[in-house]
């Protein structure tokens, strides 16, 4: 579409916010009035030629006691949605009285169908109406969405000459570019949570680049589905559709692409359909879900070729986790499995839930066919490095890295998303790996590849151009080596966390006090004290084991009296089957080891602690994907000869300044 065009109609609608709500809202709620109008408007534009007929069907319709009209009305209108009530916009603007115009844009609402009627619901925009009715502005907001200056229509504008086009019509891209921008701008005024509801444009089209591009040749003349459990508006449910279909063509390949979605958030869920719908998707406009992906699952017997999502990250789900049965308690089969035999619990601490949603994805993938499904998700560094071996987070990586599903992690350079300036990470993930790729994981470190923006959006001061996302993507098709990509088998970042157990030694001093207190029974203390008294001097105090056998009391009575009677003493003998948990101490030790455990143990442990042993009921594995461990780059040291000059510097700016000092006190 013509650029100048966009911005105008971006320019004009954006100052109706300025011209007829600035004394009614606070800037932060000129969305709910702005961003419904928009969709009543396109829509509107769509429906005006067919609404004679519509209403003609509808006539006959209710006449004939018909009283299912909707499929009908809405095959007549050619479009997936419809508006049945006797107004337009156009007539609707025309209105000057209050109270008439009212009633009759309520009626006009009611008589979308039922698709358009709910998401005019989510964004709550009859709580609008009384407000604009109240402060008079309702017909002048109306008035400038009908404006001659701008046409939201598919069909252009002509010149009184019926000729020459004065403003061209908005194709359905062009209409969806339009919405999505002001949907940017008004997230950036109310300055949205950290990656909420948005992902910019450039991160999108570098994950579509990574989920397509690898199989691109693969693309068959065959219906695909696109998956975002978060959606949030829709973009990059959008922008996948682009990109596949793109790539299809390219190849010679006629696709039907199918999006779905789920979202929680009532206003972003109605963003994104009425995108889908203003953008001519209406069939997938409905396969878009409300509610939490967690909890109320809107797609839970599907499955997916291709999944992208932006999840919320450092967000509690201790709302989910209790509708699930409790932390303890979830047995969903998304995020607990039986993995080589052993239960697995993939639940994540309850104040970050990011990574469910990238089970969820991994739940949903095609098993059998012969592309899988493919998978690119953006978390924040929580996600590769949080959680020891055995915790939910733990846990998860492992079954992705052993299952092989993992085909490559990068790292985003901060300040890359509108709302946070932290550093993310994109997953790249496949169940029909490549050969070359198979036991093989990628890490590309993109922290450095950016290109400065001219003017900072919120947080964002750098983007991915095409040229880098090119870049991004040759090293990783290439799976090349260098200072920002390595690839390693999938074992690098497995680990086993060992219990590494010392003996417990104590020495015996059999003379000092024990509390009365300690024994319930008559007597007992008596007969402890004459059997300390009685004891064999022969019996060792440097042996716990030996003395305790000499004295002849009850286990029971033994273990009351030993913490009175003993202390620690490394020279002393070790207690058989005992440990000292003062010298317990967790090792993690590398899958790619030699020897493993055992080795380990031996060379690295036994060599200072010749007594250390394990307790193997205790291993756990664990693994963990450090970027910071394969790509720090320490900062060079300066040479001594630059320290020199740095002092000589310092030491004659020094000398400058107490000389003018001395001059001033002179």
């Known amino acids: 579409m013509n650029m100048d065009n966009h911005s105008a109609i971006v320019n004009f609608i954006w100052s109706i916010a300025d011209d007829c709500l600035r004394d009614v809202y606070v800037r932060g709620k000129y969305r709910d009035v702005i961003l419904p109008m928009i969709v009543i408007r396109r829509l509107d534009s769509l429906l005006e030629a067919s609404k004679p007929n519509v209403l003609e069907l509808k006539s006959k319709l209710e006449q004939a006691g018909i009283t299912d009209t909707w499929p009908a009305l809405c095959a007549a209108a050619g479009y997936a949605f419809c508006n049945a009530s006797p107004f337009t916009l156009k007539e609707l603007a025309g209105k000057t009285k209050s109270q008439t115009l009212e009633s009759d844009f309520i009626e006009y609402l009611d008589g979308f169908s039922e698709n358009v009627r709910e998401i005019i619901d989510k964004f709550k925009f009859r709580n609008q109406i009384p407000t604009m009715i109240k402060a008079d502005i309702l017909g002048t907001v109306i008035g400038k969405f009908m404006s001659s200056e701008i046409n939201l229509s598919p069909n252009p504008v002509y010149e009184k000459d019926g000729k020459t086009i004065k403003l061209p019509g908005l194709d359905n891209p062009g209409m969806g570019m339009i919405f999505e921008e002001l949907i940017r701008r008004f997230n950036e005024e109310n300055n949205e949570e950290a990656g909420e509801h948005w992902t910019p444009r450039d991160v999108v089209e570098l994950m579509s680049d990574l989920v397509f591009v690898p199989v691109a040749d693969k693309i068959e003349d065959s219906t695909y589905v696109i998956y975002d459990g978060a959606c949030g508006t829709g973009g990059m449910l959008t922008v996948a559709k ?24 009532p206003e972003t869920y109605a963003i994104a359909t009425a995108d889908l719908l203003i953008k001519g998707d209406g069939d997938d406009a409905k396969n878009i879900a409300y509610g939490s992906t967690l ?16 999840p919320p990250y450092g967000k509690s789900w201790k709302t989910d986790a209790e509708k699930l049965g409790g932390k303890n308690g979830i047995t969903d089969s998304r995020f607990t499995v039986t993995h080589n035999g052993e239960f697995l619990s993939m639940i994540p601490r309850t104040s970050d839930g990011q990574l469910l949603f990238l089970l969820n994805n991994i739940a949903k993938m095609k098993p059998t066919t012969k592309l899988g ?11 590769i490095f949080t959680g020891d071996a055995g915790s939910g987070e733990s846990n998860a990586r492992r079954y992705i890295v052993e299952n092989d599903l993992l085909e490559a992690v990068i790292a985003v350079p901060e300040n890359m998303f509108y709302n946070t300036g932290i550093g993310t990470f994109v997953w790249l993930l496949s169940n029909q790996k490549e050969d070359r790729r198979k036991g093989k994981i990628q890490l590309i470190d993109a922290t450095e590849m950016k290109s400065p923006l001219r003017k900072n959006l919120g ?10 996302r090119a870049e991004i993507l040759r ?28 003996p417990l030694r104590l020495r015996v001093y059999p003379e000092r006090p024990i509390p009365r207190e300690i024994f319930k029974k008559p007597g007992e203390y008596e007969a402890v004290r004459k059997s300390l008294e009685a004891v064999l001097p022969e019996a060792p105090r440097d042996d716990w084991a030996k003395f305790a056998k000499a004295l002849r009391l009850k286990a029971d009575i033994l273990r009351k009296i030993r913490p009175y009677i003993t202390e620690k003493d490394p020279s002393a003998q070790a207690i058989a089957g005992e440990a000292d948990p003062d010298l317990r101490d967790i090792e993690s030790v590398p899958f790619t080891y030699p020897g493993g455990v055992e080795a380990f143990v031996r060379n690295e442990v036994q060599r200072f602690a010749p007594d250390a042993f394990t307790d193997d009921t205790k291993t756990q594995t664990g693994c963990e994907i450090s970027f910071t461990k394969y790509f720090y780059r320490p900062e060079e040291s300066r040479s001594m000869a630059e320290i020199l000059v740095a002092l000589k510097s310092l030491e004659e700016q020094g000398r400058t300044i107490m000389t003018r000092i001395e001059g001033d006190i002179s």
């Open 373 to 383: 499904s493919r998978i690119a998700e953006v978390h924040n560094g929580s996600s």
């Open 295 to 310: 909890t109320e699952d809107g797609h839970s017997s599907m499955t997916f070729d291709f999944m992208l999502s932006n």
């Open 242 to 265: 682009e990109k596949l279909s793109a790539l299809a063509q390219e190849h010679g390949k006629s696709v039907s692409v199918h999006l779905y979605g789920q979202e929680i958030n």
């Open 475 to 502: 090293i990783f098709m290439n799976m090349e080596e260098s200072d920002i990509s390595r690839v390693f088998s999938k074992e690098e970042f497995l680990y086993w966390s060992v219990t590494v157990e010392r």
């Open 459 to 468: 947080s964002k001061n750098c983007e991915f151009t095409p040229e880098i």
